[in-house]
C-alpha cells in the first residue's frame, strides 16, 4: 500500500506570494492533518479535515488554510507569506481520525523556503 | 502549559548499548493514547510504538520499549541494542479523545561507533 505522498519536496518562495501543497493519504485514509516544523518550534498542528470538513484547527492566523476533496486528498494554501513560514510542512493520514489508537502516518514533507 | 515535555535536546549512546528517552504529558482525561515517532535527517516521521492509557503492560516493538508510568505521567521510550541508524530525532506524542495529536519539541539521539 503506497504511503502519505506530498508534493512538492521542495519550494522556494519569495514575501508576500502564495503557495498550495498538496497531500495525498494513505489509500482509505479520511483523516489529514497538516503540521509545520520549525527548529525553534517543533511540530505545531495547523488542521485537521475528515470527509471534506475541518474538524480541528490549530492556532494560526488566517492566512493558512486548507481543504479536502472528495478522494481525501487535502491541500493547504498560505497567501501572503512571510519569512517566519519557512518551515517543513507535514501531512499525516488516519483512517478515521478519531480513535485513540490510531496512528497518524506521516508523509515526507514540503521544504518551504520563503526569501 | 505544555501538553507533551521532552527534557533532553540531545542525547547520546554508544552502538549497542539501551538508551531511554524521556516523556512526560499532562493531560486530566482518563483516556489518552502515547505514540513515539522517529524522524531521520530525511525528515519523514516513522511511527514506532503506541501505548493507551488503560494498557496495563509496557508496550514493545521490536528494540523499542515504552516504560509507563500512569501516576508519573511520564511514557519513556527504550531502544536497546542502538544501532548506528536509530541517530535521529525522537518525538513523544500524545492523542486525548476526539482531538489532535500534541507533539513534543524532540530529543536529537546520537549513537557513537
Known amino acids: 500500500k503506497a504511503g502519505v505522498t506530498q508534493t512538492p519536496r521542495y519550494l522556494i518562495k519569495t514575501r508576500g506570494q502564495q503557495v498550495t501543497l498538496s497531500c495525498s493519504p494513505i489509500s482509505g485514509h479520511r483523516s489529514v492533518s497538516w503540521y509545520q516544523q520549525t527548529p525553534g518550534q517543533g511540530l505545531q498542528f495547523l488542521f485537521e479535515?475528515?470527509?471534506?470538513?475541518q474538524r480541528n484547527k490549530g492556532n494560526f492566523p488566517g492566512r493558512f488554510s486548507g481543504r479536502q476533496f472528495s478522494n481525501s486528498r487535502s491541500e493547504m494554501n498560505v497567501s501572503t507569506l512571510e519569512l517566519g513560514d519557512s518551515a517543513l510542512y507535514l501531512c499525516a493520514s488516519t483512517r478515521w481520525g478519531g480513535g485513540l489508537q490510531e496512528t497518524q502516518y506521516f508523509g515526507p514533507g514540503t521544504r518551504l523556503l520563503v526569501l | 502549559a505544555q501538553k507533551i515535555t521532552q527534557t533532553q535536546p540531545g542525547m547520546f549512546v554508544q552502538e549497542k548499548e539501551a538508551v531511554t528517552l524521556d516523556c512526560t504529558y499532562d493531560t486530566s482525561d482518563q483516556s489518552y493514547g502515547l505514540f513515539w515517532y522517529k524522524q531521520p535527517s530525511s525528515g519523514e516521521m516513522i511511527f514506532l510504538i503506541y501505548?493507551?492509557?488503560?494498557?496495563?503492560q509496557n508496550a514493545t516493538e521490536g528494540r523499542y520499549s515504552l516504560n509507563f508510568q500512569k501516576a508519573r505521567k511520564s511514557a519513556n521510550l527504550v531502544i536497546s541494542a542502538s544501532q548506528l541508524g536509530d541517530s535521529a530525532m525522537y518525538f513523544c506524542a500524545m492523542r486525548e479523545q476526539g482531538n489532535q495529536f500534541y507533539f513534543g519539541t524532540g530529543t536529537s539521539l546520537t549513537v557513537i561507533p
Open positions: 479535515y475528515f470527509s471534506e470538513t
Open positions: 501505548q493507551g492509557s488503560y494498557d496495563e
